[in-house]
């Protein structure tokens, strides 16, 4: 009894917008970036990447966002058009923090889907299909799967199979200066392909597979290679698919565009990152930022606060 005592009295003497705000249902969310594709698995294959987007959910009894980030801070912002696919927004307010590039191919608009998602969703205890909700806000599967269930995802009909990252396999990005829209990079492929394409990414989507699966080094460099949409979408950013021929001699794995580019995704291990770090640097000084990735085990993860 004297505790319910101390506790009465505590409330009693503090303010009630203080003891409100206490009670106020809270959510941090986090949530990795993403890269699709990944050479031959054009709209199958993602892997989460350990850059982040961070959203704090509280209800206030107002509606606000709170970012630093150049984007809505309305109704309008993408979170938030999220989280109201699930529940209003009105009387939450959402801080919305992250490191992922706004563009170039890296899943910034997949993370923002899942977070209000998956805000939304626990908050209320919905249950909500989240991954096929988020697919059809974001127009495909492959990203959002990954930045929801983290590692490597494999998708097909509605569906992601994910896998764990070999140990010891890591990325360098390479972030250029100058951003392509990613309907430009849609409307450069053709509406059909050769079938010998077809076959090549085929065996090459297979090798990688495999290669991912068993941590083989050698099975992973030779399957990283593509026919079906990055030679198409060279022109939009020549810099960048130079990058691609010129990986291994930098002593990288190979390399890949990352989603609809331009950003490339520097495949590497563990002991190359820093030799290649520099190298890159070098290599695209002036024309775009070269930062450490790491793939990423945690898909979107959230707590109470």
């Known amino acids: 009894m004297a505790n319910l005592g101390s506790i009465w009295a505590k409330i009693h003497h503090t303010p009630w917008a203080a003891v409100a705000m206490s009670l106020a249902r809270r959510r941090l969310i986090r949530v990795p970036a993403s890269s699709a594709n990944l050479g031959p698995g054009f709209d199958v294959l993602a892997a989460a990447l350990a850059l982040h987007l961070e959203l704090e959910v509280c209800e206030t009894g107002s509606f606000a966002v709170h970012t630093d980030l150049p984007v809505r801070r309305d109704h309008d912002n993408l979170v938030v058009r999220a989280f109201e696919r699930l529940h209003p927004a009105d009387g939450f307010e959402f801080t919305i923090t992250s490191n992922i590039p706004l563009s170039g191919g890296l899943g910034s608009s997949a993370a923002a889907i899942v977070a209000g998602l998956v805000a939304a969703d626990h908050l209320f205890e919905l249950d909500a299909d ?176």
């Not at 409307?187 to 068993?214: K, Q, Y």
């Not at 810099?239 to 930098?250: D, F, N």
Request: proline fraction near 5%; aromatic fraction near 6%; glycine fraction near 10%.
């Open 130 to 305: 989240v991954l096929g909700i988020a697919a059809e806000l974001e127009g495909h599967l492959d990203n959002v799967a990954a930045a929801l269930e983290g590692g490597f995802v494999v998708c097909n009909d509605g569906r992601a199979h994910r896998f764990e990252p070999p140990m010891g396999l890591e990325a360098v990005l390479v972030v250029p200066n100058e951003a392509v829209q990613t309907d430009r990079a849609r409307a450069a492929l053709p509406e059909s392909v050769p079938r010998d394409d077809a076959v090549f990414n085929l065996a090459h989507a297979s090798m990688l597979m495999l290669g991912l699966v068993t941590a083989d080094w050698e099975l992973i460099s030779a399957g990283l290679q593509d026919r079906l949409h990055q030679p198409q979408r060279a022109h939009l950013y020549p810099r960048s698919v130079g990058l691609l021929c010129r990986a291994r001699s930098l002593g990288a794995l190979g390399a890949t565009i990352s989603g609809a580019g331009p950003t490339v995704l520097v495949w590497c291990t563990y002991e190359q990152t820093g030799p290649l770090l520099e190298a890159l640097q070098r290599e695209t000084e002036g024309w775009a930022t070269v930062m450490r990735g790491r793939f990423e085990a945690q898909g979107a993860d959230v707590r109470a606060i």
